[in-house]
């Protein structure tokens, strides 16, 4: 006999949190041993080792994202003091032309995983540029496009990122010392509530404009301009800004399903080489403009 609905749901919900669980754990550990970006690279590894086992195949709500990308967004934007505008502007030609520069880069690449992996254009395209594997879903989404080899490719190149920048800065200028940690400041009630205010309306403000991607773009944006006016806020708990990290963690580990993998064929291995030469492109780049830059 089949369980009746009420049950049904108590049981998804036990899964659910049996899920998010099991992502904490992972993120902690992943904390534990110093790996970068733990919570949300740990919580997505876990879930996705989850579901390409098919030890869960329960769908993760998409309406936990946004909380995570609010958190997450506002958090960014508190770093956008008025040194760093009065930064932005004077670096502002170098910036620009350096983002549009890595764009042609991406364009390169994706033309060629286009190629190689026979996925159309723009998801190759969604697949190479730059950006967070949730923001990348949601424009695949948007245009139409399968997520997954999307959401794939981009973590291939975040690992990648992760593990070969850092190193590489290091080895160049040295590795830190313990004491050059950047500390997180002391925590002030009123100004976390008002970050989580300030993020929830740019969110809601940019939906009410129809900006894509609202719920990422609108908190950062809100947050900055307040920032830029000398007025940030506090910063998150270390909790809430974890929590906000392995929503996104299990919410992208879970769309790495077996039937994804099962016919990625090449895909894999056309998403590292193609980000190691993203790779490559942009730090060529970098250092022909350092040397123009002086």
Known sequence: MP?????????????????????????????WIGSPLPWMIGSLLATASLYLTGVV????????RPIGQIV????????????????????????IGMALATACCALVVALLLARVAN??????????????PVEAAVMAERYKCNPGPVILSQTVRIAS??????????????????DMVRTTPELEAIGVVLLAGIGMAGALLARAC??????????LAASSAISALGVA???????????????????????????????????????????????ALTSMIAVIVSWMAD
Request: glycine share 8%.
């Open 210 to 219: 129809r900006v894509p991607n609202h719920f990422f773009l609108g908190p």
């Open 119 to 132: 996925l159309n254009l723009t998801a190759a395209f969604l697949s190479s540029l730059p950006t967070s």
């Open 161 to 178: 990122v992760v593990v070969l920048v850092p190193v590489a800065i290091y080895i160049i200028d040295g590795w830190p010392t313990r």
């Open 57 to 64: 195949d329960i769908t993760i709500p998409v309406k936990t």
């Open 3 to 31: 369980p009746s609905g009420e049950t049904a749901d108590r049981q998804l919900l036990a899964r659910l949190v049996a899920v998010y669980l099991f992502g904490a754990g992972a993120g902690a550990f992943a904390a």
């Open 233 to 279: 806020p506090s910063f998150y708990p270390s909790v809430v800004l974890s929590g906000a990290q392995i929503i996104l963690g299990v919410w992208l580990g879970s769309t790495f399903r077996r039937s994804l993998f099962a016919a990625a064929g090449r895909l894999v291995t056309a998403s590292i080489v193609t980000t190691l030469l993203m790779l």
């Open 72 to 95: 997450i967004a506002s958090q960014v934007g508190v770093y956008f003091s008025p040194a760093a505008f009065a930064m932005l502007l004077a670096f502002a030609p170098l910036l």
